[in-house]
Each structure stands twice: as structure tokens, then as C-alpha cells.
């Protein structure tokens, strides 16, 4: 079992820049995937970043390619999205997710079997 925690959300300005955190608990994730998703109200969860535990590969929506980074920290077991440059279409409730999953990239939510409890991230215009 896995337990994943999200921190970092908050309010910030068109154009500013934010860094969720997200950390991991419990089986080794020697072999993972963790990945970041969003939802905005009314909206499907969606795909934003994923990165594969094993050798740091990452894999981005063509959305937020070249402005969100995803990287971990092997010795803390957390994962991170830095955010710059951001939009008001980026806000939403932002979710870490975990898999174990052998196929790369992952990118639909039913891929991952673990989920945290969501942070917020609003972006005022």
C-alpha cells in the first residue's frame, strides 16, 4: 500500500509560479510511475506529468510542456511539479497518483492505483 500526501497549492497571479510537493509512504517505489493530474470544475481529471521512479523519464500534456517540470527526490520519496508561467486555465484541484505499471508513459487516470487528496491551485487573471 502506497499513501501519497500533496502540499503546495495556493493562489498566486497569471504569470507567477507555484511547487507542489508530493510525498510517498509505505511500498518502496523502486518500480513506479508517479504522475500529476488536475481537475477543474465541470471538467474531466486530466493528465499533466508523470515520471518513472526508476530512471527519471518524464512525460508532459502538450499543455503544460515547457512551463510545468515534474522531478523526484529519491531519498525523501517525493515527487514535484514546478509550475511557472501559469494561466488561469491552470486552475484546478491538482492530484499526485501512483502505479506500478509496467507501460510508460501513463497517462489516464485509470493507470494509477493510488491517489492523494488533492491540492488547490487557483490562478487569478
Known amino acids: 500500500q502506497v499513501q501519497l500526501v500533496e502540499s503546495g497549492g495556493g493562489l498566486v497571479q497569471a504569470g507567477g509560479s507555484l511547487r507542489l510537493s508530493c510525498a510517498a509512504s509505505?511500498?518502496?517505489?523502486?518500480?513506479?510511475?508517479m504522475g500529476w493530474f488536475r481537475q477543474a470544475p465541470g471538467k474531466e481529471r486530466e493528465f499533466v506529468a508523470a515520471?518513472?521512479?526508476?530512471?527519471?523519464?518524464?512525460y508532459y500534456a502538450d499543455s503544460v510542456k515547457d512551463r510545468f517540470t515534474i522531478s523526484r527526490d529519491n531519498a525523501k520519496t517525493t515527487v514535484y511539479l514546478q509550475m511557472i508561467s501559469l494561466k488561469p486555465e491552470d486552475t484546478a484541484v491538482y492530484y499526485c497518483?501512483?502505479?506500478?505499471?509496467?507501460?510508460?508513459?501513463?497517462?489516464?487516470?485509470?493507470?494509477?492505483?493510488?491517489w492523494g487528496q488533492g491540492t488547490q491551485v487557483t490562478v487569478s487573471s
Open positions: 497518483a501512483g502505479s506500478y505499471g509496467s507501460s510508460w508513459p501513463l497517462t489516464t487516470r485509470y493507470e494509477y492505483a493510488y
Open positions: 509505505g511500498r518502496t517505489p523502486s518500480r513506479y510511475t
Open positions: 515520471i518513472r521512479w526508476s530512471d527519471g523519464s518524464t
